[in-house]
């Protein structure tokens, strides 16, 4: 780990399983708590740079621009790149759509995957943690992400597609510990979890029976709000702090032994997400 630093990058090949809205909440709840807290986009499609009202379209300075710097052999210049967001503490190193040209552009050059890992370092007296979002595919921005965490948090989709998707993306990791020669300390998270559903359940059960050691305990449950605070550009903690998505994630972060470490009783907490869930209006709707 880099000193005075924790990088957590949140990646999954397969799409739409959580990893934009995993970032927000993670990085959210650790601002709150008091980190200054950095969230890096990787993603082209800069879904977490729109999220927080910056358009990945036309934005002048981006990662992009690391990876200018690094062909061009000049210094990585980190902190221009920087945004504040209208939140405490929580800022946002952006994307912008050109991201997308970078594969075919540097795909094969040697010594680009450690670029965000140099750039990163610059930063350990700034921030305490870094949330980095990944794309859904493998190359070389993953491979950036993951040359430079601490920790990867791996969302999944509780549904079977999803189990799939998560094989392949430890295939990978699998390939770049080797490539790294060393081993990237990894948790599943269960997402998108709808206790209603017989595929949510048995899928949940597959997954803590196949990744017993890697698996999270705590499930993120579907939690409409979620939509409702990437419509207002907020991260979920700060609108509805008590939702059971926010516990959720509340949880897991303690669970990984990141941010407040409150040594909480796990199953008093995991019944109050539960009994949550009983009673969300979601699975009302649902019935
Ligand atoms: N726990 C949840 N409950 C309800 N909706 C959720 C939850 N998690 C994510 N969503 C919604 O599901 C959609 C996909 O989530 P998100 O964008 O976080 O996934 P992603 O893995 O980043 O997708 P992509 O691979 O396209 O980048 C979004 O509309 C998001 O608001
Ligand atoms: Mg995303």
Redesign the pocket.
Known sequence: MTAGINIIAVA?QK????????TVTLAGLLAQQGYHTLMVDL?P?G?LTSYFNFDPETIKDSVYNLYQQAVNKTPLVVDKIIQATRFERLSLFPASTALATLEKQLGGRSGMGLVLAQALKQLDKTYQYVLI?C??MLGMLMINALAACDQLVI?VQTEFLAIKGLQRMLRTLKMIEHSLHTPVSYHVLP??YDQRTRASKECLQTLREDYKTHISSVV?????K??DA?YAGKPLSMMAANTH?VLAYSQFLEEIGTGDIKHSDNATVQQQVNKQINNSADYQQAM
């Open positions: 999954n799409g739409g399983v959580g990893k934009t809205t995993t993603d499609h879904s979002d794309p859904p969302p997402t998108l993120i449950p579907v939690d409409t979620f939509r990437s998505g």
